[in-house]
């Protein structure tokens, strides 16, 4: 808890940029509101910093990814 908000730092050794990370970001987001809800002090949801040595987009993901990236609602 810093300055009344609940922060969290993770690191992770491998993460894959396109499958792992939203998932992983809504599984962190709902693990810190499940630990300020039984709090008896006032906090309030704060910020997720997220690490990682070996951030990568598997091969079976680039088609998908180009089309993401370079679709209609894109500007390349």
Known sequence: VIRGRLAMSVFFRSWDAFAGFPQNL???QILKEFVL???TFDCSDGEIYCYSSGLHLYEQY?????QLCYGPRCKA
């Not at 680039?62 to 180009?66: E, G, K, T």
Request: aromatic content about 10%; overall charge negative.
């Open 26 to 28: 809504g599984g962190l």
């Open 37 to 39: 809800e039984p709090l």
């Open 62 to 66: 680039w088609d998908l990814v180009d």
